[in-house]
Nanobody, 116 residues
């Protein structure tokens, strides 16, 4: 059974940093495209970043490019999202997603709140 568990969220001041983790089980992690999405209150879930398994190629939403970094450790079956220079508008529930072919799995989400 596929399971994705996010962690690392919390309350941080503007300009601060957080690192989110997404621990995967029940899948051959190294073969999956891993992505991060976020959903703010009253808004639709939006793409944040993805990383391709073989090449390590990454892509980011314009709103986070240059501040966020996605990475993965295939030995630990874990994906990460390093978030720097956080802004109040980054406040949201952050979700990780694993995709291979037609198979998609989502985690339960972790809350990130950026506030002074």
């Amino acid at each position: 059974q596929v399971q994705l568990v996010e962690s690392g969220g919390g309350l941080v001041q503007p300009g601060g940093s957080l690192r989110l983790s997404c621990a995967a089980s029940g899948i051959t992690f190294r073969n999956y495209v891993m992505s991060w999405y976020r959903q703010a209150p009253g808004q639709e879930r939006e793409f944040v970043a993805f990383i391709i398994p073989s090449s390590g190629t990454t892509s980011y939403a314009d709103s986070v490019r240059g501040r966020f970094t996605i990475s993965r450790d295939n030995a630990k079956n874990t994906a990460y999202l390093q978030m720097n220079s956080l802004k109040t508008e980054d406040t949201a529930v952050y979700y990780c997603k694993a995709v291979i072919n037609s198979l998609t799995a989502w985690g339960q989400g972790t809350q990130v709140t950026v506030s002074s």
